[in-house]
């Protein structure tokens, strides 16, 4: 909608109210903004991640790699690269310049989650199921994996062994969950048994643990700004955490304490929460329920609820908050089609015009004395043949006005039917010809291993182990 028409005061809302918009490609099961907020990552149970272009609700681009289900999505800083982690126990660094694989990881087990470095795309953090997290450097062509820890560094121990009590305890931690912060400096992890530990990067040591409730931690979070934290756990609370400043503790790390800022949840139903997501300004948090269709939206600082979003009757999953506006979108587990809340700004026609009126009823309108004049058809033929010479430049996008970033990578258009919404699968068989594409077609990636992919295609011979030649006509 142009901005013009719309009034100030509706957009000056912070927080979505009613469901506006649908987009379905696929089941979808994650979803991620990038930075900027103009494209919408969504990974697919089939292994597919589709992005979405925001403005035009189309399929910017499809990248094919995973043969399961998408866990997690990482965007980095600069909007170029993808990172994308998988039930299929891999991970895989996408180029969406020409949507090609620059680096394929693989585990010796299956990915919960794992996220880029803030500022460096060849670092990545990922947390394993049943087993310690790993750091792991691509900028090798082999990439290099080191193990995290995943007992809590206990300050009341001062260096002395622990108990047997407290080592049998330690002996059960696993790592749910692993994200950076706001510069890339330290990890912090989350685990099943509800501590939270922070992690050096350089070292991979960790600096300070602390405990909030028995309950699991699913999920963390940083807000925009990198100052706060929200917390997700099993114990049916969602903690806002203010995370202090890392880099000036002075070697002192017994100082270091993260405190919690506020709790969010439901009194009346102690509803179980799927995801949960801070606003762009973090004055507002949201969530998905178990086993319910309603996402919640609550005030930060207050921690009161402001609004319970309502439309589909069925329950969501992930849900994501756009970098800058008051949008919110969320994936449903029954549909996998992804639903998307906003605001209904009422469009302000008098914008188009100075004189534009508006009126209430039908008024009698009196025409100008040359406004209905008949013009010479040398006249009107000359106009129209001057405006076909006119170059008309569709590729070329012109600089948003207030974007400060111009030189930030902009994704390249990929004008190809398939990658349309379209769930049939279709190719071009002639002028105006289509037919669907056969169930195996450009599948040939899931034969063998990633590195020699192409290799293995341009060499595919048939099946029967002979070259088919042309068959020559017999002469009568």
């Known amino acids: 909608m142009n901005l013009s028409l719309a009034d100030p005061f509706v957009l000056a809302q912070d927080y979505p109210d009613e469901l506006t918009g649908k987009l379905h490609s696929g089941h979808s099961a994650c979803l991620r903004f990038n930075r900027k907020g103009d494209f919408l990552a969504s990974g697919r149970l089939d292994g597919t991640i589709v992005i979405f272009d925001i403005e035009t609700n189309g399929v910017a681009q499809k990248l094919r790699g995973h043969t399961r289900q998408?866990?997690?999505?990482?965007?980095?800083?600069?909007?170029?690269?993808?990172?994308?982690?998988?039930?299929?126990?891999k991970c895989i660094l996408w180029d969406l310049k020409d949507g090609s694989r620059i680096r394929t990881v693989r585990f010796q087990a299956p990915v919960y989650v794992a996220e880029l470095h803030p500022?460096?795309?060849?670092?990545?953090?990922?947390?394993?199921?049943?087993?310690?997290?790993?750091?792991?450097?691509?900028?090798?062509?082999?990439?290099?994996?080191?193990?995290?820890?995943?007992?809590?560094?206990?300050?009341?121990?001062?260096?002395?062994?622990?108990?047997?009590?407290?080592?049998?305890?330690?002996?059960?931690?696993?790592?749910?969950?692993?994200i950076f912060t706001a510069i890339g400096n330290h990890i912090i992890s989350g685990t099943n048994k509800g501590w939270i530990n922070v992690i050096e990067t350089e070292t991979c040591k960790t600096i300070h643990s602390e405990k909030f409730g028995s309950g699991m931690i699913v999920f963390l979070r940083l807000s925009p700004s990198g100052r706060e934290m929200i917390v997700n756990s099993t114990d049916k609370l969602i903690r806002a955490i203010q995370l202090p400043d890392f880099s000036q503790?002075?070697?002192?790390?017994?100082?270091?304490?993260?405190?919690?800022?506020?709790?969010?949840?439901?009194?009346?139903?102690?509803?179980?929460?799927?995801?949960?997501?801070?606003?762009?300004?973090?004055?507002?948090?949201?969530?998905?329920?178990?086993?319910?269709?309603?996402?919640?939206?609550?005030?930060?600082?207050?921690?009161?609820?402001?609004?319970?979003?309502?439309?589909?009757?069925?329950?969501?999953?992930?849900i994501e908050w756009h970098p800058s506006k008051p949008w919110v979108a969320a994936c449903g587990l029954e549909s996998g089609d992804i639903f998307i809340w906003s605001v209904i700004a009422p469009q302000k026609w008098s914008a188009l015009a100075p004189d534009f009126v508006e009126v209430e009823e039908n008024v009698e309108y009196v025409e100008l004395e040359d406004e209905f004049d008949?013009?010479?058809?040398?006249?009107?033929?000359?106009?129209?043949?001057?405006?076909?010479?006119?170059?008309?430049d569709v590729l070329t996008m012109d600089p948003v006005k207030g974007d400060v970033e111009q030189n930030t990578f902009r994704m390249p258009i990929l004008l190809d039917i398939d990658n349309s919404e379209s769930e049939d699968e279709v190719i071009a068989v002639g002028p105006g010809t289509m037919r669907r594409k056969s169930p195996g077609a450009g599948k040939e990636w899931m034969d063998g291993d990633d590195d020699d992919e192409q290799e293995r295609v341009a060499q595919k011979k048939p099946t029967n182990g002979t070259n088919r030649s042309r068959t020559k006509s017999r002469k009568r």
């Not at 800083?77 to 299929?88: A, F, K, N, P, T």
């Not at 750091?135 to 108990?163: H, Q």
């Not at 790390?253 to 509803?271: C, E």
């Not at 008949?374 to 008309?392: L, T």
């Open 249 to 318: 503790t002075d070697g002192d790390n017994d100082q270091l304490t993260l405190n919690v800022q506020n709790t969010f949840q439901d009194i009346v139903n102690r509803y179980s929460w799927n995801d949960v997501a801070f606003s762009p300004s973090s004055d507002y948090v949201t969530a998905t329920t178990y086993m319910e269709h309603d996402a919640f939206i609550w005030e930060n600082n207050q921690g009161s609820l402001v609004k319970i979003l309502e439309g589909p009757k069925e329950e969501l999953g992930v």
């Open 70 to 89: 998408i866990q997690s999505l990482s965007w980095s800083h600069d909007g170029r690269y993808l990172l994308s982690s998988s039930q299929d126990w």
């Open 374 to 392: 008949i013009q010479p058809k040398e006249e009107i033929h000359k106009r129209r043949m001057d405006q076909e010479d006119e170059d008309i």
């Open 119 to 178: 500022f460096n795309h060849l670092l990545f953090v990922a947390s394993l199921f049943e087993d310690d997290p790993v750091l792991v450097d691509m900028s090798l062509k082999k990439p290099v994996k080191r193990i995290l820890p995943t007992i809590p560094r206990r300050s009341d121990l001062a260096g002395r062994e622990p108990n047997p009590k407290q080592a049998a305890q330690d002996a059960k931690q696993a790592t749910c969950v692993t």
